[in-house]
Structures are given as C-alpha cells and as structure tokens.
C-alpha cells in the first residue's frame, strides 16, 4: 500500500523558510517522479513541483527560484525547500507518487502538512 507522510510545515512570516518532507513507503521509490501539490483555503489543488527519479526537476512560475525539490532514493524522502516564502504561499502541502497532472487529478494518500505565511 501506498503511504505519504508529510510534515514540516509551520507559521512562518513572509520572507522566511520551510522545509517540508515527505516519507514513502509501499511502491519502488526511484522508479517514479514525485510531485508537491498545494491548496489554498478555498482553492483546489495547485502543481508546485515534480522530481524525477533521477532528481531532474521543475517548477510551477509561481514558486521558480524559490522553492527547490530534492529527494534520497535510498531513503524513500522527498524535500521541499522553501525560501523567500510569500503570504500567497499559505496552504496545505501534499507530495503526491508520480508526476504533474494536467487534468489537476492527484491520489492524495497522505494528510498533508500546513503552511501559514504571515505578512
């Protein structure tokens, strides 16, 4: 069975860092492309970022050059550095197994971790 933990999420101000992670278990990690889905309160799910096996990565323009995905294969961890964080970057963070949707359709299987930017 597919598992997703997410944590590290916080209050933070604006202009401030997170890093959140993602722990996976039940399928063979370095096989798929990883990806950090958000919402907003209010909003569906936004594609934030994928990684590859192979940690090519990329970025949805709305967090380039702030936000850098990384993962560990031999650990099963994915990471979300987030940097220079904005008050429009508040929402719950999901990292979802495998790569952007573009009908926005994501197996959500973990609880998410909350990120509240204060201005």
């Known amino acids: 069975e597919v598992q997703l933990v997410e944590s590290g999420g916080g209050l933070v101000q604006s202009g401030g860092s997170l890093r959140l992670s993602c722990a996976a278990s039940?399928?063979?990690?370095?096989?798929?492309?990883m990806t950090w889905v958000r919402q907003a309160p209010g909003k569906g799910l936004e594609w934030v970022s994928t990684?590859?096996?192979?940690?090519?990565?990329g970025y949805a323009d709305s967090v380039k050059g702030r936000f850098t995905a990384s993962r560990d294969n031999a650990k099963n961890m994915v990471w979300l550095q987030m940097n220079s964080l904005k008050p429009e970057d508040t929402a719950v963070y999901f990292c979802?197994?495998?790569?952007?949707?573009?009908?926005?359709?994501?197996?959500?299987r973990g609880q998410g971790t909350q990120v509240t930017v204060s201005s």
């Open positions: 979802v197994k495998g790569g952007r949707s573009y009908s926005n359709t994501y197996d959500l």
């Open positions: 039940g399928f063979p990690f370095s096989n798929y492309h």
């Open positions: 990684i590859s096996g192979g940690s090519v990565t």
